[in-house]
């Protein structure tokens, strides 16, 4: 029972590592809009999430797709320094940057969104746990 217990928090802990560097690192890009010939970074949070925990030899919980209309789980990765991207710019500057405010805002909301979520979860199971324990 601990060891099930042990890979719930272990896959909720490197989820929420991750997501914190995640953060730091869109809001490094959106601090420097207006540098020149800054280059957006970012990283695959799927692949560094799988090879993060896949470490510990803990799985992400395992989903089914039952219907065609469900979206499929993509591939995960590390979470102490995460392999980073360079952004490929939409549309280029004459300056050099490649930082795009509107996707680095619609990620960093995301990114906020998903953190806030993984909280949620992980304080609604503790909850559930700690219901359990009470005697009536």
Known sequence: MFDKLEAAFTFQKQALGLRHQRQAVLANNIANVDTPHFKARDFDFTRQLRAA????GVSPPHLEKTAPGHISLGDGGPVRHPDMLYRMPAQSSLDGNTVDMDRERAE???NSVRYQASLTMTNSFLQGLKTAMQSE
């Open 53 to 56: 925990t896949s470490r510990f």
């Open 108 to 110: 960093f909301m995301d």
